[in-house]
């Protein structure tokens, strides 16, 4: 179904304040981790590369499928993936997300950000009709070129591995109604991490791998999207296992 001509209006309007803004928040929230939290992205230059690569050759929509450590993934991965003025370019480069409202909808300065930095929330629980229509507004943005990053883990993980067992069917059904769609997976972690945290430890130096493909099913219905979702949540095990090998652990 077409998303309703308000919903449009509000993301058009919700992306052009992110942009315009952009420079301030996007840029003291960078310098912030980079000179207060002294992060790093480890092969810089390559990630951004290789994620410029891919949005080229891609066909159809870019689905980011990220694991999930820590409360602010999303904004590392932004960081990592294009620079501020790349983002002024093409701030469809930028990718949305889906955060949970009751985690930041009570503090005002959360609420902000989360709005500049295009996020569309959702309510754990939410009824059927809510959910349907944030996935509705998902597949508006991906048809026409923007990013939007899920975590197929549905939460962050407790083990501080990828969770294979107790994941979302989100990005399967996402991918079939976009089909052909290219789910990117993202293994991102700082090499100082050892369990699942709020924030990253100070002076946290971030593992970036990119993989993408396009995740298709021979079943039908209900199966169809679990097993799409099963396809990528493995993807996101085998390269976090590849990251492990490589450090002997």
């Not at 396809?231 to 492990?244: D, G, N, P, R, T």
């Amino acid at each position: 179904m077409p998303l309703k001509l308000s919903n449009r209006m509000s993301l058009y309007a919700q992306s052009i304040m992110g942009w315009a803004t952009f420079p301030l928040w996007g840029g003291g929230i960078i310098a912030a981790m980079r000179l207060f939290k002294r992060y790093q992205i480890d092969g810089l230059a390559e990630v951004r590369h290789r994620f410029d690569e891919i949005r080229r050759s891609a066909k159809g929509p870019i689905l980011l499928c990220v694991n999930h450590l820590t409360k602010i993934d999303s904004v590392v991965l932004n960081w990592a993936l294009a620079s501020v003025s790349s983002y002024m370019r093409d701030f469809r480069r930028f990718s949305w997300n889906m955060p949970e409202r009751a985690r930041y909808h009570g503090h005002p300065v959360l609420r902000m950000l989360c709005y500049l930095g295009q996020c569309i929330p959702v309510d754990r629980g939410g009824s059927r009709e809510a959910v349907k229509q944030s996935l509705e507004k998902v597949s508006f943005l991906l048809r026409r070129g923007h990013m939007v990053t899920l975590f197929p883990e549905g939460s962050r993980s407790r083990s501080g591995r990828v969770d294979t067992e107790g994941f979302s069917y989100g990005p399967g059904r996402l991918i079939r109604q976009l089909e052909p769609c290219t789910a990117l997976c993202v293994y991102l972690r700082g090499h100082n991490q050892v369990d699942a945290t709020s924030l990253p430890p100070r002076g946290a130096k971030f593992y970036l791998q990119m993989d993408a493909f396009q995740p298709t099913s021979a079943q039908n219905g209900l199966r169809a999207t679990r097993d799409i979702a099963a396809q990528i949540v493995h993807k996101l095990s085998q390269m976090e296992q590849a990251y492990f090998a490589a450090r002997g652990q």
